[in-house]
């Protein structure tokens, strides 16, 4: 048999014949259970457009006011780029490097990745020059995208503050906030194979 | 697929000559060094891997230790400054009755870590050995420990955006401690321990495939 028409699964290794699986049913692997394929009507379109929504509420909350803070008559307004740059003084700044990475760029560099190889997708054209490459990118990025983590340490964080001083939110903070959904969101439309396969078929076409 | 032979168990692309891709399941030819649809790179699962499993777990533990001694806060209020530890700062929200958050901040800064550090290694020491769990069992406990491993970071974020916002000149200030770039580096590090992990291992001591093709 051609190997071509085998896939291996990505957990366990085991082979299986790849085959076109019917809109909105799942492939999974026949030892492990990883979903092989799960091909939806239209989940190109809704990744690239909620990876577009994510780029500009990533855009809105670095511009916008974030947080305002205030008691006994002073306060003090912090953007995003403040927690960033929180641990620039002394020897704790290569962290402030790492904080602005994890919250900010990576997550804006996966998004956009993924709005680069998914959107030719959705308009069924070919894949765009450098798409595979692009795509692997963004899965490796995935684990280190934390904008969505950062919201709940932005949470737990005011909770902290809440008994001390009056804590103002600026559009910043709702842009992240609306960011963690669109994440999930995100996440739970891709399925990385089929992206793959969907590739795959395209650039061969 | 089944195995033609042994129709109990199943064929892996290892088993049959081919080099499976991790990340888009492309079955390439044996000896492959890059995937032809993707790129990535192709390594055999070989226990030699779970050296790099340990190296990083290593550190991730040498990093968690000042993580916890180190102040991760220095508060400045009225001229009198108090340092707080990872455990201090949850002792003093469960004081202050935030209950939730002090639970949160706890799973995220003490049981998360610690629960970590205690499955990869067990995952590890798992392929060599026969293991209580089956296969599916640590695949799950694999899955957990990479997908709930990066939130850790919480605690990071939170000294940054105190620092950040709580900055009333004479009032209060807050500046961060060593313990946060510690604790960061012990958060990436045991991703990273994760991420070298490969589950194609789990099965490996099943079949006898991991000598021949390693």
Redesign the interface.
């Known amino acids: 048999m051609d190997?071509?028409q085998?896939?291996?699964?990505?957990?366990?290794?085991?082979?299986?014949?790849d085959q076109d699986v019917p809109a909105h049913s799942v492939a999974r692997c026949?030892?492990?259970?990883t979903v092989?394929a799960a091909p939806k009507s239209g989940a190109m379109t809704r990744i690239a457009m909620l990876s577009l929504t994510a780029l500009i509420l990533l855009a809105a909350a670095a511009v916008f006011p974030f947080?305002e803070?205030s008691?006994?008559g002073?306060?003090?307004q912090?953007?995003v780029l403040?927690?960033?740059?929180?641990?620039s003084q002394g020897?704790?700044a290569?962290?402030s490097l790492?904080?602005g990475l994890?919250?900010v760029l990576l997550p804006a560099a996966r998004y956009g990745a993924l709005v680069y190889t998914l959107a030719p997708m959705a308009l069924g054209w070919r894949p765009a020059p450098h798409a595979?490459?692009a795509?692997?990118w963004a899965?490796r990025l995935k684990?280190?995208a934390?904008a969505e983590?950062?919201i709940?340490?932005?949470a737990?964080?005011l909770?902290?503050?809440s008994?001390?001083?009056r804590?103002g939110l600026g559009p910043a903070f709702w842009a992240f906030a609306a960011l963690l959904v669109v994440t999930i969101l995100t996440d739970n439309a891709i399925c990385?194979?089929t992206v793959?396969k969907t590739l795959?078929t395209r650039s061969a076409s | 697929?089944?195995d033609p032979q042994n129709p109990q168990r199943?064929?892996?692309?290892?088993a049959?000559g081919?080099a499976?891709?991790?990340?888009?399941?492309?079955?390439?030819?044996g000896g492959a060094q890059a995937c032809a649809?993707?790129?990535?790179p192709l390594q055999p699962?070989a226990a030699d891997s779970l050296q790099r499993v340990w190296a990083w777990l290593a550190a991730g533990l040498i990093a968690y230790v000042p993580a916890n001694t180190y102040p991760m806060l220095r508060t400045t209020a009225f001229g009198r400054t108090s340092e707080n530890t990872l455990i201090g700062g949850i002792a003093e929200?469960f004081s202050?009755g935030?209950y939730a958050?002090a639970l949160?901040?706890f799973l995220a800064s003490i049981v998360i870590p610690v629960a970590k550090f205690l499955a990869i290694g067990y995952l590890a020491v798992s392929v060599r050995r026969p293991a209580a769990l089956g296969?599916?069992g640590r695949?799950v406990l694999y899955e957990v420990v990479?997908f709930i491993?990066?939130?850790s970071?919480?605690?990071?974020?939170?000294?940054?955006?105190?620092?950040?916002?709580?900055?009333?000149?004479f009032?209060?200030a807050i500046a961060?401690g060593?313990a946060?770039?510690s604790f960061?580096l012990s958060v990436?590090f045991t991703?990273l321990a994760a991420?070298s992990f490969d589950?194609?291992l789990?099965?490996a001591a099943e079949s006898e495939n991991l000598n021949d093709h390693a």
Not at chain 1, 30 to 33: E, F, H
């Open positions: 190997s071509k085998l896939i291996a699964c990505p957990t366990c290794d085991v082979l299986h014949r026949a030892r492990c259970g092989l947080l803070l008691a006994q002073l306060s003090h912090a953007s403040d927690a960033v740059l929180a641990f020897p704790m290569p962290l790492a904080t994890l919250i595979f490459a795509y692997r899965e684990p280190w934390m983590i950062f709940i340490g932005v737990v964080a909770v902290k503050v008994g001390l001083a804590v990385r194979l793959w795959r | 697929m089944e199943f064929l892996t692309a290892a049959a081919l499976g891709c991790r990340a888009c399941g492309t079955a390439n030819p649809c993707c790129g990535s699962a929200l202050h935030s958050v949160i901040v296969s599916h695949l990479e491993g990066r939130w970071m919480i605690d990071v974020f939170v000294v940054a955006i105190l620092t950040a916002l709580v900055q009333l000149d009032a209060a961060p060593m946060a770039v960061a990436a991703m991420q589950p194609r789990i099965w």
